[in-house]
């Protein structure tokens, strides 16, 4: 199997509240809009999001975005009303946690500063 492309996908109840959301998480509006009740952004630090209505399933999906400076993140967050958990920190970084507007969780994580151990 050869495999061209690869999205991480989450549910929402209200396309406009949450296109409008993403796209100031993502500094930049969606690329395409594929079909009916579908948004998507491509190459996001490498990563594609898809974004489909589907108001039975909508605040039940989990993503996480790596960022070099979770206080940074915060600060960047906060200046558009986003609000974030306290941090959780262990050997592999640290964490924070916002919900998008249907309660989709959405997980900051900062790298450690050491390497991993293995």
Excluded: C
Excluded at 8 to 29: I, N, P, Q
Excluded at 37 to 52: E, Y
Aim: no cysteine; aromatic share 8%.
């Amino acid at each position: 199997m050869e495999i061209q492309g690869i999205y991480a996908a989450l549910a929402t109840s209200s396309m406009g509240d949450v296109e409008k959301f993403y796209t100031h998480l993502f500094g930049r509006g969606p690329d395409d809009r594929p079909m009916q009740g579908l948004i998507q952004w491509r190459g996001v630090a490498g990563a594609n999001i898809q974004i489909f209505q589907d108001k039975e399933n909508a605040g039940s999906g989990r993503l996480t975005i790596v960022v070099p400076r979770i206080d940074d993140a915060r600060k960047s967050l906060e200046e558009i009303g986003v609000r974030l958990t306290a941090e959780s920190e262990g050997d592999y970084g640290r964490i924070a946690q916002f919900a998008d507007p249907d309660g989709n969780r959405i997980t900051l994580a900062e790298p450690p500063s050491r390497p991993f151990k293995t």
